[in-house]
């Protein structure tokens, strides 16, 4: 059976080794963040908080924090829930072999919704204020909730069916926000809370809200579930979790998760905006302050045993990383069956997932001819880049299956090499221009605005790539340092980014100095700050590479042309990675903080580990 609450999943994870108590009081002012990233990096237990400075509310966190112990916490539902998201993009298959997925039904009657008005008297009353005030990161705009399901309903098809359930930012406090009774409500493009308040504006009416913290886990784990079109989340945490979504109705007309610890109830009305942010997000920079819907509360409901669920987010990986390697076991079935030819698809993680797609392909168009090039690939790359979120990508690197049969998008070093080996710079690169890209990514012209390019490869190895240079190579003095960060890849130390005028000076200067022929075993130059620190590691190289680049503004080549509005170069591309002046701060731990959190971590204390 599925947990019945939080608190009973909190149990059952201490029972069985994966949970860890704090005993002594903790400062929700970056020291409960410093502890979790301490934590999550030792790939430790969940963390429960028994004494949150400011709040008589208790707090975990961490409890996804490895791919284990989440699958740990729906072990007994994992597998049928991989039958129905199969089953919803492959319904043949159930009525082809109906005897082998007995379990389907009662799988599908959990997913269920069940309202009932009995659980109205398990919650009481409380206010913002009185909730943990947790700020991750020493510039975060104020006090955030990182694990809420943001609940609206769609005013033209009202119900819990055609409802949305989504993880979207939540700003408590700070700025101009009038503490208790105002609250900010951040949400990315391409959401389905977007198409909610579009509507309700559209009417000239306020949208309700109903922002759910806690429950059962499941729950938390639909808000961020890519799920098909017209699956309902609230279905989907029912079936995952074993348990149907329980909710009522209070007296305002808002839904009310029976089994969430704390629900927070408000209205947003048409053009009410007002500054949220900066808040330190999983890109691994801040997102700054912008205006967003604002939320006008009407109340905070905690039920009585309510512990308060959090994260914290940052430069990959973190916990959020572990969510999408179990969205991945559950559904990375599911999107090939969407996209005709798409073998598979990797939103890159140690890159801030949506600056960066790896996806494989099957490239049949012209099987006749000896010489293939990318043709049904970049099809197939097109549906990709008009796919719900993965539309938000600004690079995307795709591959043909027939090249190679073990190519494995999550090999990021060897799917790299693949391509650079076999790509035509003169013909396989193909830019989108003046488009949307993630909200949270600051290497655009404008917030949501920027580029997006595809590197397609298809064919024989072009080049073979080299893990070394030749003896004469050398860089103009305005270059203070280089390296080869995986074979092919050449990152070069350049001066502080000053504007794009002295940008095309650089790239002059290195298309005088170097030749095609010198680099012919080099297929990518990145320019960066710090060339030791993006070579150090693949996660470094990409992370670097696509956090830091525009692809219409910041990609030049050595030998580079425009024929028929196609750009391409004959020698090697060159992506412009350093910080440029409108990039967003990343994130940098405050070291008072860090030293404070040791007593934690020594002997004798509850998080001591023996090395």
Not at 171 to 191: M, P, S, T, V, W
Not at 334 to 360: M, Q, R, S, Y
Request: glycine share 8%; aromatic share 10%.
């Amino acid at each position: 059976m599925g947990y019945k609450s939080l608190a009973d999943c909190v149990a059952d994870l201490e029972k069985h080794g994966h949970l860890i108590r704090i005993r002594e009081e903790v400062d929700p002012y970056l020291e409960m963040a410093a502890i979790h990233l301490k934590v999550y990096e030792q790939k430790g237990p969940a963390l429960y908080f028994e004494k949150v400075k400011g709040s008589k509310f208790p707090a975990v966190s961490n409890l996804f924090g490895t791919l284990e112990r989440a699958k740990f916490m729906f072990r007994d539902s994992l597998p049928k829930v991989e039958q129905l998201v199969n089953l919803r993009s492959d319904p043949v298959k159930a009525l082809k072999n109906p005897f082998k997925l007995p379990g389907i039904a009662l799988t599908a009657l959990t997913a269920l919704p069940l309202k009932q008005s009995l659980f109205k008297a398990t919650f009481s009353k409380t206010t913002i204020s009185e909730l943990p005030q947790i700020v991750n990161w020493p510039m975060d705009g104020g006090p955030f909730i990182t694990m809420p399901q943001v609940y609206t309903e769609d005013i033209d098809k009202p119900g819990i069916l055609n409802a949305n359930l989504g993880m979207y930012r939540i700003q408590l406090a700070g700025n101009d926000y009038e503490l208790n009774k105002e609250i900010g409500l951040h949400y990315q493009i391409h959401r389905g809370i977007g198409v909610h308040q579009s509507k309700a504006n559209a009417k000239g009416q306020p949208l309700k809200v109903s922002i759910f913290v806690g429950g059962p886990p499941a729950h938390p784990l639909a808000a961020v579930m890519p799920l098909p079109e017209g699956l309902s989340e609230m279905t989907f945490a029912g079936a995952l979790g074993n348990r149907r979504f329980r909710y009522f109705y209070d007296e305002e007309g808002f839904c009310i998760s029976a089994d969430a610890d704390f629900v927070i109830t408000g209205t947003v009305y048409p053009n009410d905006n007002k500054p949220e942010g900066p808040f330190g997000d999983h890109l691994g920079y801040y997102s700054l302050t912008h205006p967003f819907p604002l939320m006008k509360v009407h109340n905070v409901y905690h039920r009585n045993d309510a512990i308060w669920s959090f994260t914290v987010v940052g430069r990959p990986p973190q916990e959020d990383t572990s969510f999408g390697a179990l969205i991945h076991e559950i559904a990375g079935s599911a999107l090939p069956k969407e996209i005709h030819g798409l073998k598979e698809v990797n939103a890159v993680d140690a890159a801030g997932v949506h600056p960066l797609l790896f996806a494989i392909g099957s490239e049949r168009y012209t099987p006749y001819l000896k010489e293939r090039r990318p043709q049904e690939i970049l099809t197939i790359a097109n549906h990709i880049l008009g796919k719900n979120q993965l539309s938000l990508a600004k690079y995307l690197f795709i591959a043909a299956r027939e090249d190679n049969e073990q190519l494995d998008t999550h090999d990021l070093s060897a799917f790299m090499q693949h391509l650079l080996e076999r790509m035509d710079f003169t013909r396989d690169l193909h830019f989108h221009t003046q488009t949307t890209i993630d909200t949270l990514d600051y290497s655009g012209d404008g917030l949501n605005s920027g580029s997006k390019v595809v590197f397609a490869a298809a064919g024989e190895p072009r080049r073979k790539l080299s893990s070394s240079l030749p003896a004469e190579f050398d860089l103009p003095e305005s270059f203070t340092a280089y390296a080869i960060a995986i074979p092919g890849v050449l990152v070069i130390q350049a001066r502080k980014y000053l504007n794009e005028q002295q940008t095309g000076n650089e790239i002059e200067l290195l298309n005088k100095h170097l030749n095609a022929e010198q680099l012919k075993e080099i297929g990518l130059i990145v320019l960066c700050d710090d060339s030791e620190f993006a070579a150090k590691d693949i996660n470094n190289l990409v992370w670097v590479t696509f956090t830091r680049s525009n692809p219409a503004a910041d990609i030049y080549g050595i030998e580079s042309f425009t024929i028929n509005k196609h750009w391409g170069c004959r020698g090697p591309v060159i992506i412009d990675a350093r910080k440029k002046p409108h990039h967003a701060p990343e994130l940098i731990k405050d070291e008072a903080v860090e030293k404070n959190i040791d007593l934690f971590f020594v002997k004798g204390a509850p998080l001591y580990k023996e090395r």
